[in-house]
């Protein structure tokens, strides 16, 4: 079983940078692929980014690719979300998924393991 948690969003406003984190529980943490998902209102989950366990694989959505930056700590737990050069669409709910698989994947229904959210908003 692992439980995430998900801290460091915010009100920000365009350009600025946020780092959210994802702090798991669990002692298979180091093996799990972590992905970062948002959803904004009004549509769909969209997937953003995924690490594998040992963080050789990453994988970006092309939106945000050059401006996020996904990493972990193995020995903390966590996984971060460094997110520059915020724009307003980026304003969403982000979420941090695990999956009992080490292959990394875009879809959420891929994922077992999600956190409670965490809100950003970025004003323009």
């Known amino acids: 079983q692992v439980q995430l948690v998900e801290s460091g969003g915010g009100l920000v406003q365009a350009g600025a940078s946020l780092r959210l984190s994802c702090i798991a529980s669990?002692?298979?943490?180091?093996?799990?692929?972590v992905g970062w998902f948002r959803q904004a209102p009004g549509k769909e989950r969209e997937f953003v980014a995924a690490i594998t366990g040992s963080g050789v694989s990453i994988d970006y959505v092309d939106s945000v690719k050059g401006r996020f930056t996904i990493s972990r700590d193995n020995t903390k737990n966590t996984v971060y979300l460094q997110m520059n050069s915020l724009k307003p669409e980026d304003t969403a709910v982000y979420y941090c998924?695990?999956?009992?698989?080490?292959?990394?994947?875009?879809?959420?229904?891929?994922?077992?393991?999600w956190g409670q959210g965490t809100q950003v908003t970025v004003s323009s």
């Open positions: 669990g002692r298979t943490f180091s093996s799990r692929v």
């Open positions: 998924a695990a999956r009992n698989l080490r292959i990394i994947a875009r879809e959420g229904t891929d994922y077992d393991y």
